[in-house]
């Protein structure tokens, strides 16, 4: 067999794998890596001393680096304490709740990692509903939901778009400007989704209230919350400078770890206990096997049939591309997407003379959001969904379907002609 056919079969099982969860995702992004670095130095495409190069270092470092921070500043209760005491200050009641729970999942998500994100979301909205019998399953899916968005904020907001920005250095100036307004406009969308349609269907939803006696309470140490705080907003400031500093986001971020770690007063060996190293892995061996497949052609190959389908969509190819990498999400891992995509659209550009800039945009937004087409297709869904089931609230994928993927699918398509927008006005 050519190599070409070769990788071909390990592409279709590497997804095929993906796509029916038979294994968990890790262990078929290290099959993948195991079965590309044999075939790959058996028919001479690398060698062995080339694998280390191609596992994206300086992409997995910062994300190690950066679930660490966020995981220190969830353990002071920050968000926790953010959330009740605004909820009692502003005293809100009926669907002002649900709003202002949305605004949170999508805030959090932008500055939190976003599992971390959903814990304590779905812990806030049920301990809201439940007392007064209210049906939270809409309102906790929704908010999973909310967490994607929210993953546009910044670089380091959402693994798929860490992962672009730092290959394709694109700077947390760029994503506030392109990020921020398409946030705040699928946050309206949402909440007015929610009022036209979802809110018709919960019953009780008037008399909901958040009554809150001290929101100190979640937090055991008020120094250890401002030392961590203080040394998170400084890494957030220390990433944005960083192209002006001279040195790489991943040196900064544990620049910042080690702040964080010495000054914050916080257990190391308990947040390195908590972090979800099982991200980091799988952005290190599948991106071996994306390489691989590369320098294999079939990348080549896979790119050539996208080309034609964006090329035939004329000035609309990033809407189509980010409509692509939405619904790839949401058979695939949004990681997956992301990394499968990416080296597709530069052989693409390279060929067809497009601009791939908007391109690298529709797979940030698309690979972000598309995941909740499915409620397998998301982890933040699917995790509030595990959590609210484990409250007596199962969400279903029928009552899913039904109910929350049409506002997902109505995001992508806003997002798509908001990508237009940008490139007819020149900034993309």
């Known amino acids: 067999m050519t190599p070409i056919e070769t990788f071909s079969l390990i592409f279709l099982?590497?997804?095929?794998?993906?796509?029916?969860?038979?294994?968990?995702?890790?262990?078929?992004?290290?099959l993948a890596a195991i079965f590309s670095i044999y075939f790959?130095?058996?028919?001479?495409?690398?060698?062995i001393e080339d694998v280390y190069h191609m596992m994206d270092m300086e992409t997995v470092l910062f994300i190690v680096a950066s679930l660490i921070l966020f995981e220190s500043l969830n353990e002071t209760g920050f968000f926790k304490f953010l959330s009740l005491l605004v909820f009692k200050k502003l005293r809100l009641k009926g669907l002002f709740v649900v709003y202002v729970l949305l605004a949170f999942a999508t805030l959090f998500s932008g500055i939190a990692e976003n599992t971390i994100t959903m814990i304590i979301m779905t812990e806030i909205t049920l301990s809201v509903?439940?007392?007064?019998?209210?049906?939270?399953?809409?309102?906790?899916?929704?908010?999973?939901?909310?967490?994607?968005?929210?993953?546009?904020?910044?670089?380091?907001?959402?693994?798929?778009?860490?992962?672009?920005?730092?290959?394709?250095?694109?700077?947390?100036?760029?994503?506030?400007?392109?990020?921020?307004?398409?946030?705040?406009?699928?946050?309206?969308v949402s909440i007015l989704y929610y009022r036209l349609v979802l809110a018709r269907q919960e019953l009780g939803i008037e008399e909901l209230q958040v009554v809150v006696d001290d929101p100190w309470k979640t937090v055991e140490n008020k120094s250890v919350l401002a030392r961590s705080l203080l040394i998170f907003s400084l890494f957030i400031v220390g990433v944005l400078v960083s192209d002006n500093l001279g040195f790489t986001p991943s040196y900064v971020a544990f620049f910042f770890v080690a702040l964080m770690f010495m000054f914050s007063g916080e257990d190391?060996?308990?947040?390195?206990?908590?972090?979800?190293?099982?991200?980091?892995?799988?952005?290190?061996?599948f991106s071996i096997f994306v390489e691989s497949l590369d320098r294999a052609g079939v990348l080549t190959l896979v790119g050539s049939y996208?080309?034609?389908?964006?090329?035939?969509?004329?000035?609309?190819?990033?809407?189509v591309f980010l409509l692509i990498s939405g619904i790839f999400a949401s058979v695939i891992t949004n990681i997956s997407v992301v990394l499968l995509?990416?080296?597709?659209?530069?052989?693409?550009?390279?060929?067809?003379?497009?601009?791939?800039?908007?391109?690298?945009?529709?797979?940030?937004?698309?690979?972000?959001?598309?995941?909740?087409?499915?409620?397998?297709?998301?982890?933040?869904?699917?995790?509030?969904?595990?959590?609210?089931?484990?409250?007596?609230?199962?969400?279903?994928?029928?009552?899913?379907?039904?109910?929350?993927?049409?506002?997902?699918f109505l995001q992508l398509l806003v997002s798509g002609f908001y990508i237009l927008l940008l490139?007819?006005?020149?900034v993309l």
């Open 129 to 188: 509903f439940t007392p007064r019998r209210v049906d939270p399953r809409a309102t906790v899916a929704l908010e999973g939901v909310m967490s994607n968005v929210g993953g546009l904020l910044l670089p380091i907001s959402s693994i798929p778009g860490l992962i672009v920005a730092t290959r394709k250095n694109i700077g947390a100036e760029e994503f506030l400007i392109i990020g921020t307004p398409l946030i705040f406009v699928l946050l309206g």
């Open 423 to 426: 490139e007819i006005l020149g």
């Open 13 to 30: 099982a590497t997804i095929l794998l993906l796509i029916s969860e038979i294994e968990y995702k890790v262990i078929v992004a290290l």
């Open 40 to 47: 790959g130095v058996s028919y001479g495409l690398y060698g």
């Open 306 to 319: 996208l080309e034609l389908l964006i090329s035939a969509s004329n000035f609309l190819g990033s809407f």
């Open 341 to 408: 995509l990416l080296p597709i659209v530069d052989k693409i550009s390279r060929t067809g003379g497009l601009n791939p800039h908007p391109l690298y945009w529709s797979i940030i937004i698309g690979s972000n959001i598309g995941g909740g087409l499915t409620l397998y297709g998301s982890l933040p869904v699917l995790l509030s969904a595990s959590l609210a089931e484990k409250e007596g609230h199962k969400i279903g994928f029928g009552f899913y379907e039904k109910r929350i993927a049409p506002i997902v």
């Open 268 to 285: 190391p060996r308990r947040i390195l206990s908590k972090i979800s190293w099982d991200v980091p892995f799988f952005v290190a061996c």
